[in-house]
Structures are given as C-alpha cells and as structure tokens.
C-alpha cells in the first residue's frame, strides 16, 4: 500500500493507476476503522481495480462544543488494516493540505434542503462540513466510484445530490450497516459508551425494526408511528433528537402509493449520539 499525504503525491499515484487502465475506487473515512468501514473497502474492490482510502478528521464537519478534539485517532493500526484487506493508495493529509488558509476561508459546498434536516437540524454546520470536504477530496482523487455506508443514510444521499448538482462523473454505491451481534450499528462514536449504555443501546436498533414490522402489517398513519417510536426510546433510557418515517430517495414526506420508505432515527446515551436508519 502507498502513502500520500499531499495532493500532488495523491494525484501521481491515481494518475499512474489510471495510466494502466485501471477503474478508481474510493472510499472517505476519519480513521479509527471497524467492520463498517473494511465492508466499504470490500466492496471496493470488487468494483474497481485500485482502491483509495482517505483518513482524516475534517474539523469543517464538527460543531462548537462537539467532540473533533477527542474524536478517536488510531492511525497506525488504521493502516495495518488497510494494507491487510489490500488497499492500493493511502491519502493521510494534514488539515493545511485540504484547507491551507483554515475551514473558515475555504470556498464551501451547501446541499440546500437535504442538509437542513434531520440531523442537519441539530448539527446545523455538519453537512456544509462533509459536502465541502468530500467535494475537495473528489476533486483531488477524480474516482470513477465513490462507496459510503447506508448507516449515514442522510450523509448517502447528500452526497448523491452534490455529485448530481455538480455534475461529477462519480457514481456514489451505499453500503449496507455492519452490526454488531446485538444489532447496534457499528460507530467509531460507540468507544464512548460506558458498558450500562453499551447494553442499552441496540434497544435503537429493535424499535426500529418493530416500528418496520408495524408499517409493514399496514400502520395507522406515519405520524402516530413515529409518536410511538419516540415515546419507546425514552422508555428505553435513550434521549431521541428524532425518529421520523421518510421517502428513501429524499427524505421528503411518504405518499400513500411512495414504496421505497425508510424510518430514521438519532439518539443520545450519554456523551454517544447513535444514528441508525432501516428499510421498510
Ligand atoms: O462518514 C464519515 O466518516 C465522514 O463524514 C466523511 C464522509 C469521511 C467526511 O469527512
């Protein structure tokens, strides 16, 4: 596995691969890796022939007060797995390479609409973060596929919308949830649940999925599920900042006759905000 920590170093290494002929996968990450991230990874590679994976924490993407200081940082084992699930090209920029004047006097990228919501409504800088960032890594890696994990499902089809708008030639593939054997989706953010709260929190998980089987026996009406949903994850110990029922490709109200329906949900368990969305 190559290393490139500027663009230009970036740059050759793509360039030689797509020299060769080869087809450009690509996958963000901010390190601190699980089985989330590798299944992106696998994923890659059975649909291109070089893989490239970025690391870096984007300060752009964290709120005041939120936790880009102590956000897990384990860049050296990081790479041990990279290398063994057989990664072609590392990017591990510093912050100057990705913004050298500083986040605040980079051009930025706003994705109307679909950033404001959800979680863009209690994290109101975090899409502008990921848009910009994602936008700039494009740019400097041009992949032919870029792969994102269904569990940011908002972060999914955010991405989508800016790549159409934009007019990338990059074809955005989501990633089905890796889980844990109890069914909480796997998150860096999970290392900040004391063992109490690791118990407690598949519970977002199974109201999820009960609240899917009630939709699917033909639910009264959205509103009253999503009531319903809430009031379980507090009974549950969790502190829901929403639970709503949303059309899958994006996220605007369900018709009667939309079918692709997804319920979405955020929640906290003491410091860990866990997100989570299902199929219905
Ligand atoms: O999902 C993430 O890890 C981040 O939001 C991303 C896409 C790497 C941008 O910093």
């Known amino acids: 596995m190559d290393t490139a920590q500027s663009i230009d170093a970036l740059r050759h290494g793509v360039r030689q691969a797509r020299h060769d002929g080869r087809r450009i996968a690509f996958v963000p990450t901010m390190g601190n890796l699980h089985a989330g991230h590798l299944a992106l990874v696998a994923r890659a590679r059975e649909v291109a022939d070089y893989t490239v994976v970025s690391i870096f924490v984007n300060p752009f993407q964290f709120g005041e007060g939120e936790d880009f200081l102590t956000y897990p940082r384990t860049v050296e084992a990081d790479c041990v797995q990279l290398e063994q699930s057989g990664v072609d090209l590392l990017f591990l920029p510093e912050a100057e390479a990705i913004y050298p004047e500083g986040p605040a006097r980079c051009t930025r990228i706003e994705v109307p609409e679909l950033g404001d919501v959800l979680c863009g ?160």
């Open 121 to 280: 409504a209690f994290r109101p800088t975090f899409f502008r973060g990921v848009a910009t960032v994602v936008g700039i890594l494009f740019n400097a890696v041009a992949p032919d596929v870029a792969l994102f994990g269904e569990k940011d499902y908002q972060q999914l089809i955010l991405i989508r919308r800016m790549v159409r708008d934009l007019k990338m030639a990059i074809e955005v593939l989501g990633v089905p949830t890796i889980r844990e054997r109890d069914g909480l989706a796997m998150s860096s953010r999970n290392r900040y649940l004391s063992e109490a709260q690791r118990r407690a929190a598949p519970s977002l998980y199974l109201t999820l999925c009960e609240l899917r089987d009630t939709l699917r026996r033909g639910a009264p009406d959205r509103a009253s599920v999503e009531a319903a949903g809430i009031k379980t994850l507090q009974a549950r110990g969790l502190r829901p900042d929403y639970l709503v029922v949303r059309r899958a490709v994006d996220l605007g109200l369900p018709q009667a006759d939309d079918k692709d329906v997804r319920i979405l949900a955020a929640a906290w368990l003491g410091r860990a905000r866990l997100i989570d969305n299902i199929a219905v």
